[in-house]
T-cell receptor
Framework: QKEVEQNSGPLSVPEGAIASLNCTYSDRGSQSFFWYRQYSGKSPELIMSIYSNGDKEDGRFTAQLNKASQYVSLLIRDSQPSDSATYLCAVNNYGQNFVFGPGTRLSVLP | EAGVVQSPRYKIIEKKQPVAFWCNPISGHNTLYWYRQNLGQGPELLIRYENEEAVDDSQLPKDRFSAERLKGVDSTLKIQPAELGDSAVYLC?????????FGPGTRLTVL
């Protein structure tokens, strides 16, 4: 059974701080990794993808991947109240299915 | 470019009634997914299509759920008969390569 684990939270951070979201996965064959943001009552929205070990930055978001440790994280710098949402981690082994974690609920406090 | 389109957005039915959901993927996306998402959980795959072919339906409860993707574009997911436990959000997603994009979902309530 391929699994993706996340701390369900809620993770509370003050406005302007760095939010750190973590995800571990069980399938060593996983090749592609994704972070989705899901606002309450809305569908998941793709915000980051990462395929190689290391860091990938996009604006205030940085995804970090360590395949040896089977660990992927998302950092959100200068967190804003509008970042308050559930963040879903998803992994994929090329040509196979996406497996989603349960999501981490982030709350950014003004 | 239009995103993934789903209808209806909301559906309330009584148990034992049938229900159907429709999805139109992003133009050119060969892969189409149907997921079910329960409150507080991540999406769970029901079925994945590559063009017209259902390549993974191992998680689809085949006694009551069925799906089709005629002509490799639009897809329909059906439940007959619905049970109370089927209440959830049903999400359709599509992908061309490695990135997957979701439609707005259909919120199903079974009374």
């Amino acid at each position: 059974q391929k699994e993706v684990e996340q701390n369900s939270g809620p993770l509370s951070v003050p406005e302007g701080a760095i939010a750190s979201l973590n995800c571990t996965y069980s399938d060593r064959g996983s090749q592609s990794f994704f972070w989705y943001r899901q606002y309450s009552g809305k569908s998941p929205e793709l915000i980051m993808s990462i395929y190689s070990n290391g860091d990938k930055e996009d604006g205030r978001f940085t995804a970090q991947l360590n395949k040896a440790s089977q660990y992927v994280s998302l950092l959100i710098r200068d967190s804003q109240p509008s970042d308050s949402a559930t963040y879903l981690c998803a992994v994929n082994n090329y040509g196979q299915n996406f497996v989603f974690g349960p999501g981490t609920r982030l709350s950014v406090l003004p | 470019e239009a995103g993934v389109v789903q209808s209806p957005r909301y559906k309330i039915i009584e148990k034992k009634q049938p229900v159907a959901f429709w999805c139109n993927p992003i133009s050119g996306h060969n892969t189409l997914y149907w997921y079910r998402q329960n409150l507080g959980q991540g999406p769970e795959l029901l079925i994945r299509y590559e063009n017209e072919e259902a390549v993974d339906d191992s998680q689809l409860p085949k006694d009551r759920f069925s799906a089709e993707r005629l002509k490799g574009v639009d897809s329909t997911l059906k439940i007959q008969p619905a049970e109370l436990g089927d209440s959830a959000v049903y999400l359709c997603a599509s992908s061309l390569a490695y990135e997957q994009f979701f439609g707005p979902g259909t919120r199903l309530t079974v009374l």
